[in-house]
């Protein structure tokens, strides 16, 4: 096969997210050609969370952003192109992801010690890792070796990640997709035990829900009428609430929070209120440590996702090295 035919062929394979080429994932990755690379990463994490902690939380999601969208190659890090409408702007990233800067100035650090070595999609991992670790939460061995991707999708982002009106029932579908399980589901969502979300996501829910004028009956009275003053009809829908009453504590309060109707996205209270979540939310308001294992597993999990694409070693996270796919394509 020639070399266009080859890059056509891959370009143009069914981008559906697997495991299958996660073999070559494993720990220690840079032991030899960057050994002071994951080191690297907590110090710049933890000087990040002495400026702001709400950044750690933000970074800590880049994981889901980046591996459900084709798997975890830093698509969801590339700038917009002349010829490429990446992933910044989708519907579930615009005004909602944030502290970009972050990751830039931890490729920075490794660009100054490992040229070209250590790539954007494995410092999403270990970043998100330590963003936990250094918050209260678990910390863990992750598997590094990824490369990055030469493009990205605004449409495949659109396509994929869920808005936070989805029920429980449309989130187990989606985890399944992704081979993950109902208790991955609950166990990830955990993850908003740090960080803030805007009132722009719950408006909905406090005077509109399911299109009946009237708020959520699931939310606590006490808790709505906080809510309510938080994000008022009319007022700015960027101001921004707590996702758990101990936002920058990774710990099990959001799952007790759910089971006080005390959830703020509605992504979030429904997994108490669902059948097949409810269990596994109740299970985890009780045993924290039970949380943090489930937790440790399902990012395990998610960071094998691969989409089995060319990569490369971006040396600058927002942007490919090389030359557009479109030239590669009109060459």
Aim: hydrophobic share 35%; glycine share 6%; charged share 25%.
């Amino acid at each position: 096969m020639s070399p266009l035919l080859l890059i056509l062929f891959l370009l143009l394979k069914p981008t559906s997210t697997s495991t299958a080429s996660a073999s070559h994932l494993r720990p220690g990755f840079y032991s030899d050609t960057c050994p002071e690379a994951e080191l690297t990463v907590r110090n710049v994490m933890k000087k990040a969370l002495i400026r702001e902690p709400r950044s750690v939380a933000s970074v800590m999601r880049f994981q889901f952003h980046d591996c459900f969208v084709n798997g975890c190659d830093a698509s969801m890090l590339l700038d917009d192109t002349p010829t490429m409408l990446g992933e910044k702007l989708s519907l579930s990233n615009i005004n909602s992801l944030r502290s970009y800067e972050v990751v830039d100035e931890i490729k920075q650090e490794l660009e100054n010690i490992c040229p070209q070595t250590v790539s954007c999609a494995d410092i999403i991992v270990m970043a998100s890792r330590d963003a936990v670790a250094l918050s209260g939460g678990p910390d863990w061995e992750v598997k590094l070796g990824r490369e990055d991707s030469l493009t990205a999708s605004q449409e495949d982002a659109d396509n994929i990640m869920p808005s936070p009106r989805a029920n429980a029932s449309y989130l187990i579908d989606l985890f399944a997709r992704f081979n993950l399980s109902v208790k991955d589901l609950v166990a990830l969502s955990g993850s908003h035990s740090i960080g803030k979300g805007r009132c722009f996501s719950i408006m909905f829910r406090l005077y509109n829900q399911s299109g009946t004028g009237k708020p959520d009956p699931t939310i606590e009275p006490n808790f709505r009428e906080k809510l309510n003053k938080l994000c008022p009809v009319g007022g700015d829908e960027n101001v921004t609430g707590d996702l758990d009453s101990t936002p920058i504590v990774f710990d099990n309060m959001y799952f007790k929070d759910l089971v006080s109707g005390r959830g703020f996205l509605n992504s979030d209270q429904t997994l108490h209120t669902f059948g097949r979540t409810r269990e596994f939310v109740k299970r985890y308001s009780k045993d924290e440590s039970e949380f943090f294992k489930a937790f440790v597993e399902g990012m395990i999990k998610m960071g094998d996702l691969q989409s089995g694409r060319p990569g490369e070693i971006r040396t600058n996270c927002r942007l490919a090295n090389g030359r557009p796919i479109s030239v590669l394509l009109e060459s």
